[in-house]
T-cell receptor, first 114, second 114 residues
Framework: DAGITQSPRYKITETGRQVTLMCHQTWSHSYMFWYRQDLGHGLRLIYYSAAADITDKGEVPDGYVVSRSKTENFPLTLESATRSQTSVYFC?????????????FGPGTRLTVL | AQSVTQLDSQVPVFEEAPVELRCNYSSSVSVYLFWYVQYPNQGLQLLLK??????LVKGINGFEAEFNKSQTSFHLRKPSVHISDTAEYFCAVIRMDSSYKLIFGSGTRLLVRP
């Protein structure tokens, strides 16, 4: 299917476990982003990637790890999940970094850490 | 530091009534401005954006927004809402010196009643 997809859509895990959220886009966009959405905070940028093998921190990177070995995939890993990481996670992609190019968002992953 | 303020967390309105969703921002540099909409259980979609030129911007689904530099505002308006407009609306900015980094407000839930 064309577009940007995220898996799983829902995930429940326990404190201390490792969790990986997947993001896949079919447009060959250079830029990809991970955001978390919490009540009262809107969306906050966790990590972004300008191209394969190029990643950088956003506003709230602590506790997260990303990789980008292929242009189309941008997985987000919580190495040791904590309750404060309970959130909705959105992946986005864009052809370039400029504001003239829209960021396209995936449907989100709702993560609950018990 | 820059910030985006959406003072109304929820706006209830009757179908076919006009609506205005407020957005104010603060930034030490000029910004680009955006409105995104999030329908239930979906990712964010771009409604409209202001990059330059006319301060009145028209977007999809009959929405428009007006950039007011002196009041640092970018309020979203629609003259007649439909039930299907029920969604969460996010205002966001990109600083002109940071290209990609979207900074979101906390969101306004528009609830359209019959």
């Amino acid at each position: 299917d064309a577009g940007i997809t995220q898996s799983p859509r829902y995930k429940i895990t326990e404190t201390g476990r490792q969790v990986t959220l997947m993001c896949h886009q079919t447009w060959s966009h250079s830029y990809m982003f991970w955001y978390r959405q919490d009540l009262g905070h809107g969306l906050r940028l966790i990590y972004y990637s300008a191209a394969a093998d190029i990643t950088d921190k956003g506003e709230v990177p602590d506790g997260y790890v990303v990789s980008r070995s292929k242009t189309e995939n941008f997985p987000l890993t919580l190495e040791s999940a904590t309750r404060s990481q309970t959130s909705v996670y959105f992946c986005a992609s864009s052809p370039s970094a400029g504001p003239t190019d829209t960021q396209y968002f995936g449907p989100g992953t709702r993560l609950t850490v018990l | 530091a820059q910030s985006v303020t959406q003072l109304d967390s929820q706006v209830p309105v009757f179908e076919e009534a006009p609506v205005e969703l407020r957005c104010n921002y603060s930034s030490s540099v000029s910004v680009y401005l955006f409105w995104y909409v999030q329908y239930p259980n979906q990712g964010l979609q771009l409604l409209l954006k202001y990059l330059s030129g006319s301060t009145l911007v028209k977007g999809i689904n009959g929405f428009e927004a007006e950039f007011n530099k002196s009041q640092t505002s970018f309020h979203l308006r629609k003259p007649s809402v439909h039930i299907s407009d029920t969604a969460e609306y996010f205002c966001a900015v990109i600083r002109m010196d940071s290209s990609y980094k979207l900074i979101f407000g906390s969101g306004t839930r528009l609830l359209v009643r019959p």
